[in-house]
């Protein structure tokens, strides 16, 4: 059977591999194929795309944009944007905010000890925004916490020493964006606390949800393809592959879900 992974991450965000060696690692997973859905940006897209035609692999451009409202964090993917242009100018604000919710960040950082500048996880970002993964990746290289993991408990998630709110657009704003762009609109991980927030966002144009992925149970994938069935949206899935570390990529190709998933999302907006 066909397989298909959604949702994956490149250097162009914050995933430890460029966007062509991203394509290569799904290509020679056996994937027909795949999602780049980077944090905030479509850079990584034309380096994926000429990558993905070298590979004889099918490129499903996207983007992944975060928000926080209601205690939660929501993420929305936006697949097949037609007006890059548009959706570029309002993804270089998102960016820019990222920039300064990091200064923040290490600052809250040297109040606790760490001998850590916000240059060196510029560095560690390389041409993407910074995020908290870069810093978390910096904090293990520097020794002060023995995994990523240990990075984001001790410090780093909301109610952690260090944690700043990020300044973001609302959810409904997000799909009104990419409404407007010509991107299908699927909500990432819903996982527990997705359910609550739902109808709200199927009221407000939802197109989908990722049912399936490496954070949901069996209960929360079948509660989810029930939902989307139900509500007739679009069933997405995918490993939210960001790289295990630059000698072994650790990609897992159980995550990936059938072709014909995407060709029920190409089948709804007329491609081909």
């Known amino acids: 059977m066909s397989k298909v992974d ?6 162009a ?19 027909r194929a795949a999602g780049l859905t980077d944090h905030d940006t479509v850079k990584g897209l034309n380096e994926a795309k000429e990558a993905a035609i070298d590979l004889d692999l099918e490129l499903i451009p996207g983007v992944e944009i ?14 097949y944007p037609q007006k890059l242009n548009k959706l570029s100018a309002a993804l270089e604000d998102i960016r820019s905010k990222r920039f300064r919710r990091m200064g ?58 260090a944690f700043v709110s990020r300044e973001s657009m609302s959810a409904a704003e ?9 991107a299908v609109s699927v909500y990432a991980h819903p996982g ?7 109808d709200e966002l199927t009221a407000n144009g939802l197109q989908g949800i990722e049912v399936y992925h490496p954070d949901h149970s069996k209960g929360l994938v079948r509660y989810y393809k029930e939902y989307a069935e139900a509500k007739k949206l679009l069933i997405t899935g995918g490993s939210d592959f960001h790289g295990q570390n630059i000698n072994n990529h650790g990609y897992q190709q159980k995550y990936a879900i059938s072709y014909e998933y995407l060709q029920a999302m190409k089948d709804a907006i007329g491609r081909s």
């Open 104 to 161: 923040l960040i290490v600052n809250n950082l040297k109040k606790l000890g760490f001998k850590v500048e916000p240059e060196e996880v510029l560095v560690e970002a390389g041409d993407a925004a910074p995020g908290r993964l870069h810093l978390a990746r910096l904090l293990l290289k520097k020794k002060y916490v023995h995994t990523i993991n240990e990075a984001f408990k001790t410090y780093l998630n909301r109610g952690k020493p």
């Open 174 to 182: 997000v799909l009104d964006l990419l409404n407007q762009v010509g």
């Open 13 to 31: 965000s914050d995933g430890l591999f460029t966007p062509r060696q991203v394509m290569e690692i799904t290509a020679s997973a056996g994937l």
């Open 192 to 198: 527990n606390t997705g359910k609550e927030v739902l």
């Open 6 to 11: 959604f949702h994956l991450h490149s250097s």
């Open 66 to 79: 975060s928000v926080y409202e209601k205690n939660r964090e929501i993420h929305l993917l936006g697949y």
